[in-house]
C-alpha cells in the first residue's frame, strides 16, 4: 500500500475525539466540497500534526530577533555558519521542467478572471498570488483553489456580471508558480485540534499549500512540469528548512520524486539578506532561486528599525528607489548569491502599470518599467516580474536585449561585488519628508485598504498596482515619522493630531458608493498608524476583525 492509498484510507476511519484533526468552520459554497476533500483535509492533518510546533517556534525566534534590533544588535552575516558560505562547492537544484526561462514573470490574485488573464497573457511564469495580491476572504482562499485546479487542467471559465466569456485560449501557457500565505497569517475558518485536544486556527501557509499540492502535484508532473511555489516573508535558514522538510514529507506522502517540488524564496525581510546563502543550502535539494521582493524588503527594514533613531527614518515612499544604497546592495549581493550557487536570481516588480485610456499614463509607466528592467537584466537578474499584460513586451525587450537566445545568465558570477553588513544597513537617501508624501501615504493605504476589506487584494490606485506590502509602507512609514518626532520640508511637525486631521480630510474627498469600507478601512489605518503599539502586519487585525465570518 502506498503512502498516499494509507492516507485515503484514513479518513475512512471515526473520528477522534481529541487530535490531530482538522475541522471546518467556514461556509460551504459552490463547489468547495471539491477542494475540501476528506482526503485533503486528512492531508492537512498531517501536515499540522508534523509541522505546526515547529510553525510556532520559528515565529518565537522571530520575535526575539526582531527585540534584538530593536534593542540595538545589528542583524550581522552568521559566524555558526560561515562553512556553508566558505564552501565554494554547492549547488543548488535548480530549474525544474518549465522553469528554465523566467525571463518574464506575470503577479496577481487567483479569482477566476485574473487566472485565465494570467495564462493567456503570454508571460514564461504566472506568480498565482494566494498572499499579498489576494484578499483572504474564505472564498477567495477557497476559490483561489478551485480557479488553480480547473486552469491546471484547462477547464477554466468564467462569465463576468456583465456577460462577457473568459476562457484559457493560448498554446502555451505559463508555468504557474504558486504563493502560499507567509508563515505569520492563519486560517481561521479552518481549525487544527492536536493530539492534546489543544485547539486553534489552521496555519494559513500550510492550508494553501497543502492543498495545492494535494490536488494539483501529481497532475502538475504528468503534464510536464511541476508543483512550485514561490515561498514568502522568511527570516531565516532555519524557516527555510522548515519549509524543506515540509517539501520532503509531501513528496513521500504523494507518491512523487525527491526534488520534484521546487521553490523559489522571496528575500524580502532583512534578516533574510544576510541568510541567503544559508536559504539556498538548507532547500538545496527543492530550491530554484531567489526573488528580490523589493516592496516588503522596504516595510521590513522600516519596521525593524522604526524606533531606533532619526538615522533610519527614510523619506517619502517615492524616494525609496531600487538605485538608493541599501536597495542596491541587497539586489546586487542577491544576483551574486543565486549565481554563486546555481540558481535563478528573479527581480521585482515596479508598481506603474499602463492606462488603456490614457496614453500619456501609458507612456511614462513603459518608460519607469522599461529602465527598470533594463537595469534588473544588466545586473545579471535572470528574470523579472510585470503586474499587467501589457508590460509583458516591454519587459521582455529588455531582457531579450541582454539574454539573446539564452535561457538565463547564471553563468554570470557577477565576483566583482562586494556587499558588507554595513552596505544592507545604509540607509541614507538624502531627501526629505513632504507633506504631499504623508497625505499620498494616508490616501493610498486608506484606498487600498478598504479594497482589501471588499475582497480586493491587488488594487490600481492612482497608475500604481499596491498591495499589502505597499500598504505596509505607506502605514509604517506614518508610524515613524510620529514616533521619531519628524517634520515636512514644510516645516510641519508630524504628530498623531496633525496626521488624524488628514485622515479625516481624506475620507471626506473620497468619492462613496453603496456598499464602500471608508469607515472600517479610515478605523483600522488610523490603529496601525497612529496607534501607540506597531503591529506586524496590518492584515493581521484587519482579518481577524473584519474577514472572518461570525
Same mark, same amino acid.
Given at each position: 500500500?502506498?503512502?498516499?492509498?494509507?492516507?485515503?484510507?484514513?479518513?475512512?476511519?471515526?473520528?477522534?475525539?481529541?487530535?490531530?484533526?482538522?475541522?471546518?468552520?467556514?461556509?460551504?459554497?459552490?463547489?468547495?466540497?471539491?477542494?475540501? +476533500?476528506?482526503?485533503?483535509?486528512?492531508?492537512?492533518? %498531517?501536515?499540522?500534526?508534523?509541522?505546526?510546533?515547529?510553525?510556532?517556534?520559528?515565529?518565537?525566534?522571530?520575535?526575539?530577533?526582531?527585540?534584538?534590533?530593536? /534593542?540595538?544588535?545589528?542583524?550581522?552575516?552568521?559566524?555558526?555558519?560561515?562553512?556553508?558560505?566558505?564552501?565554494? %562547492?554547492?549547488?543548488?537544484?535548480?530549474?525544474?521542467?518549465?522553469?528554465?526561462?523566467?525571463?518574464?514573470?506575470?503577479?496577481?490574485?487567483?479569482?477566476?478572471?485574473?487566472?485565465?488573464?494570467?495564462? &493567456?497573457?503570454?508571460?514564461?511564469?504566472?506568480?498565482?498570488?494566494?498572499? =499579498? $495580491?489576494?484578499?483572504?476572504?474564505?472564498?477567495?482562499?477557497?476559490?483561489?483553489?478551485?480557479?488553480?485546479?480547473? $486552469?491546471?487542467? &484547462?477547464?477554466?471559465?468564467?462569465?463576468?456580471?456583465? #456577460?462577457?466569456?473568459?476562457?484559457?485560449?493560448?498554446?502555451? +501557457?505559463?508555468?504557474?508558480? !504558486?504563493?502560499?500565505? #507567509?508563515?505569520?497569517?492563519?486560517?481561521?475558518?479552518?481549525?487544527?485540534?492536536?493530539?492534546?485536544?489543544?485547539?486553534?486556527?489552521?496555519? #494559513?501557509?500550510?492550508?494553501?499549500?497543502?492543498?495545492?499540492?494535494?490536488? &494539483?502535484?501529481?497532475?502538475?508532473?504528468?503534464?510536464?512540469?511541476?508543483?512550485?511555489?514561490?515561498?514568502?516573508?522568511?527570516?531565516?535558514?532555519?524557516?527555510?528548512?522548515?519549509?524543506?522538510?515540509?517539501?520532503?514529507?509531501?513528496?513521500?506522502?504523494?507518491?512523487?520524486?525527491?526534488?520534484?517540488?521546487?521553490?523559489?524564496?522571496?528575500?524580502?525581510?532583512?534578516?533574510?539578506?544576510?541568510?541567503?546563502?544559508?536559504?539556498?543550502?538548507?532547500?538545496?535539494?527543492?530550491?530554484?532561486?531567489? /526573488?528580490?521582493?523589493?516592496?516588503?524588503?522596504?516595510?521590513?527594514?522600516?519596521?525593524?528599525?522604526?524606533?531606533? #533613531?532619526?538615522?533610519?527614518? @527614510?523619506?517619502?515612499?517615492?524616494?525609496?528607489? !531600487?538605485?538608493?544604497?541599501?536597495?542596491?546592495?541587497?539586489?546586487? @549581493?542577491?544576483?551574486?548569491?543565486?549565481?554563486?550557487?546555481?540558481?535563478?536570481?528573479?527581480?521585482? !516588480?515596479?508598481?506603474?502599470?499602463?492606462?488603456?485610456?490614457?496614453?500619456?499614463?501609458?507612456?511614462?509607466?513603459? %518608460?519607469?518599467?522599461?529602465?527598470?528592467?533594463?537595469?534588473?537584466?544588466?545586473? *545579471?537578474?535572470? *528574470?523579472?516580474?510585470?503586474?499587467?499584460?501589457?508590460?509583458?513586451?516591454?519587459?521582455?525587450?529588455?531582457?531579450? $536585449?541582454?539574454?539573446?537566445?539564452?535561457? /538565463?545568465?547564471?553563468?554570470?558570477?557577477? =565576483?566583482?561585488?562586494?556587499?558588507?553588513?554595513?552596505?544592507? @544597513?545604509?540607509?541614507?537617501?538624502?531627501?526629505?519628508?513632504?507633506?504631499?508624501?504623508?497625505?499620498? &501615504?494616508?490616501?493610498?493605504?486608506?484606498?487600498?485598504?478598504?479594497?482589501?476589506?471588499?475582497?480586493?487584494?491587488?488594487?490600481?490606485?492612482? /497608475?500604481?498596482?499596491?498591495?499589502?506590502?505597499?500598504?505596509?509602507?505607506?502605514?509604517?512609514?506614518?508610524?515613524?515619522?510620529?514616533?521619531?518626532?519628524?517634520?515636512?520640508?514644510?516645516?510641519?511637525?508630524?504628530?498623531?493630531?496633525?496626521?488624524?486631521?488628514?485622515?479625516?480630510?481624506?475620507?471626506?474627498?473620497?468619492?462613496?458608493?453603496?456598499? =464602500?469600507?471608508?469607515?472600517?478601512?479610515? %478605523?483600522?489605518?488610523?490603529?496601525?498608524?497612529?496607534?501607540?503599539?506597531?503591529?506586524?502586519?496590518?492584515?493581521?487585525?484587519?482579518?481577524?476583525?473584519?474577514?472572518?465570518? $461570525?
Amino acid at each position: 500500500m502506498t503512502t498516499t492509498q494509507a492516507v485515503q484510507q484514513q479518513t475512512q476511519t471515526a473520528t477522534p475525539a481529541f487530535g490531530p484533526r482538522i475541522d471546518v468552520t467556514g461556509r460551504p459554497f459552490d463547489r468547495s466540497d471539491e477542494i475540501l +476533500t476528506p482526503e485533503a483535509l486528512q492531508f492537512l492533518t %498531517e501536515l499540522h500534526d508534523r509541522f505546526a510546533s515547529t510553525r510556532h517556534e520559528r515565529l518565537a525566534d522571530r520575535q526575539r530577533r526582531r527585540y534584538e534590533i530593536g /534593542n540595538g544588535r545589528d542583524p550581522r552575516f552568521r559566524e555558526d555558519t560561515r562553512a556553508i558560505r566558505e564552501d565554494a %562547492e554547492w549547488q543548488v537544484a535548480g530549474a525544474g521542467p518549465g522553469l528554465e526561462d523566467r525571463r518574464v514573470e506575470i503577479t496577481g490574485p487567483t479569482d477566476p478572471k485574473m487566472t485565465i488573464n494570467a495564462m &493567456n497573457s503570454g508571460a514564461k511564469v504566472w506568480l498565482a498570488d494566494q498572499e =499579498d $495580491a489576494t484578499s483572504p476572504t474564505w472564498r477567495n482562499v477557497i476559490g483561489g483553489q478551485l480557479s488553480l485546479f480547473d $486552469a491546471i487542467r &484547462n477547464q477554466l471559465e468564467y462569465t463576468s456580471p456583465e #456577460g462577457k466569456e473568459y476562457r484559457i485560449t493560448a498554446e502555451r +501557457t505559463p508555468t504557474i508558480v !504558486m504563493r502560499p500565505r #507567509g508563515w505569520h497569517l492563519v486560517e481561521k475558518h479552518i481549525r487544527f485540534t492536536d493530539k492534546h485536544g489543544q485547539s486553534g486556527a489552521a496555519s #494559513g501557509s500550510l492550508v494553501d499549500f497543502g492543498l495545492y499540492a494535494f490536488h &494539483n502535484a501529481r497532475e502538475l508532473v504528468s503534464r510536464g512540469r511541476g508543483p512550485y511555489f514561490y515561498i514568502a516573508k522568511l527570516e531565516s535558514s532555519e524557516e527555510a528548512k522548515l519549509w524543506d522538510d515540509i517539501f520532503t514529507y509531501t513528496e513521500q506522502a504523494l507518491g512523487l520524486d525527491h526534488g520534484t517540488i521546487r521553490a523559489t524564496v522571496l528575500i524580502e525581510t532583512l534578516p533574510a539578506a544576510f541568510e541567503m546563502e544559508e536559504i539556498l543550502y538548507v532547500m538545496r535539494d527543492h530550491i530554484a532561486g531567489l /526573488n528580490a521582493g523589493r516592496w516588503d524588503y522596504i516595510f521590513s527594514i522600516i519596521k525593524n528599525y522604526r524606533g531606533r #533613531g532619526a538615522r533610519f527614518v @527614510l523619506p517619502d515612499r517615492s524616494e525609496v528607489t !531600487m538605485t538608493v544604497p541599501f536597495m542596491r546592495a541587497y539586489t546586487e @549581493l542577491l544576483v551574486q548569491t543565486c549565481h554563486k550557487r546555481g540558481a535563478h536570481a528573479i527581480g521585482g !516588480m515596479s508598481a506603474f502599470i499602463p492606462n488603456r485610456r490614457d496614453p500619456e499614463v501609458t507612456r511614462r509607466a513603459e %518608460e519607469k518599467v522599461s529602465a527598470d528592467k533594463q537595469r534588473e537584466a544588466t545586473d *545579471g537578474f535572470d *528574470g523579472t516580474w510585470v503586474a499587467h499584460p501589457d508590460l509583458i513586451p516591454v519587459a521582455q525587450a529588455e531582457f531579450d $536585449a541582454v539574454l539573446g537566445d539564452r535561457p /538565463n545568465q547564471v553563468d554570470r558570477q557577477r =565576483d566583482d561585488v562586494r556587499v558588507t553588513a554595513a552596505d544592507l @544597513l545604509d540607509v541614507r537617501i538624502g531627501r526629505d519628508i513632504t507633506e504631499a508624501g504623508v497625505r499620498e &501615504n494616508v490616501s493610498i493605504g486608506i484606498r487600498y485598504i478598504e479594497a482589501w476589506l471588499r475582497g480586493m487584494g491587488a488594487v490600481a490606485i492612482d /497608475n500604481l498596482m499596491e498591495d499589502a506590502a505597499t500598504a505596509e509602507i505607506s502605514r509604517s512609514q506614518i508610524w515613524q515619522w510620529i514616533h521619531q518626532d519628524q517634520s515636512t520640508a514644510e516645516g510641519t511637525r508630524i504628530t498623531r493630531d496633525w496626521v488624524a486631521g488628514i485622515v479625516a480630510e481624506t475620507v471626506e474627498g473620497f468619492e462613496r458608493f453603496e456598499g =464602500d469600507r471608508f469607515a472600517d478601512a479610515a %478605523e483600522l489605518f488610523a490603529d496601525v498608524a497612529l496607534g501607540d503599539d506597531f503591529p506586524t502586519f496590518l492584515t493581521v487585525p484587519a482579518y481577524s476583525r473584519y474577514l472572518v465570518d $461570525a
